[in-house]
């Protein structure tokens, strides 16, 4: 028996790569802040403009081409802004109404969020679409039905709530279907075992809602909060319609005093509105931390 004898196979070694392994290309930041970057500066070139002007002499503010560095920033005019209207006054008056407006929608909102969300009720579905359907409705077409309202409140409630009082600013804006709407969405993330639990124990349903569900719902009471009060602070039409004598005026009507029929005093009237923005900057500042996790989380259910 022969044996055929196979030619011997020759093994091929893969030549071995000593070259050291390539790195990849990090950046410190994300790609996406080489479009951002760009954009924010675009944002930001009114607040810059607004704050440039405020510290310009009122030949600079009129002179073109415009000047973008004050030759000497005239600080004074902060102080001669606040003393040209009663700033004070209308500082005041801003602050009260959004305090009343904070408080009440924080309130009414948390209990009627709630109840959409947890409590079966004959007619809820029904009831909260009517609710949001409100929100497509433009301010523009209800202004008038508010108004003749508002009238009324003063002629047969209590005078403190009809025209030409900053209760007219707070009668309308006590609850807003908004914040109906975001708590409610907010409170359907959170877990209702929780709540049964509590309720096994015996507590009641408002016990439940003011010891669990609102101490968990702080970022989203935080956001409706910050909202709710640069909307306040910042209302302009609503005021404009109401408001008549300067001692019921808040902070963007008394803007107005810097405007003339004929002349505009630009450098005092940007200073002014420098000091109307810093407390919204400040409370922006102190709640951004919670917008992202409350929106996230309010989008989960319902």
């Not at 910050?226 to 609503?238: E, I, P, R, Y």
């Not at 019921?248 to 109307?276: C, D, E, I, K």
């Amino acid at each position: 028996m022969t044996t055929t004898q196979l030619p011997p196979v020759e093994e091929t070694v893969a030549p071995v790569d000593s070259s050291p392994p390539r790195r990849r290309l990090r950046m410190p930041f994300s790609p996406w802040h080489l479009v951002l970057i760009p954009l924010t500066f675009l944002l930001i070139i009114p607040l810059l403009w607004m704050l440039v002007t405020s510290l310009e002499t009122e030949g600079e503010a009129n002179r073109f081409p415009p000047v973008l560095i004050p030759e000497s920033p005239r600080f004074a005019n902060y102080s001669d802004a606040w003393a040209a209207a009663p700033f004070g006054h209308f500082f005041v008056n801003s602050a009260v109404v959004t305090l009343v407006v904070l408080v009440s929608n924080l309130a009414v909102c948390s209990l009627a969020g709630y109840a959409f969300a947890r409590v079966r009720f004959l007619g809820r579905g029904a009831l909260f679409v009517t609710l949001m359907a409100t929100l497509m409705v433009p301010f523009q077409v209800t202004m008038i039905p508010v108004f003749l309202i508002v009238k009324w409140f003063g002629d047969n409630v209590w005078e403190g709530l009809g025209i030409d009082h900053i209760g007219a600013l707070m009668l309308p804006n006590l609850a807003t279907a908004f914040g109906i709407f975001f708590l409610r969405q907010f409170f359907l993330t959170v877990p209702v075992e929780l709540e049964e639990a509590a309720r096994v124990d015996g507590t009641s349903r408002i016990g439940v809602l003011f010891k669990i569900v609102l101490p968990l719902s702080l970022p989203a009471l935080s956001t409706l909060a910050a909202l709710t009060v640069l909307t306040s602070w910042n209302d302009f039409l609503w005021p404009l319609i109401v408001i008549t004598s300067q001692e019921q005026m808040t902070v963007p009507l008394g803007l107005s005093y810097f405007q003339g029929a004929h002349r505009v005093n630009w450098p005092l009237l940007m200073a002014a509105n420098v000091m109307s923005l810093l407390p919204m900057l400040l409370v922006f500042i102190g709640a951004q931390r919670y917008f992202v996790q409350s929106v996230a989380n309010t989008g989960l259910k319902g």
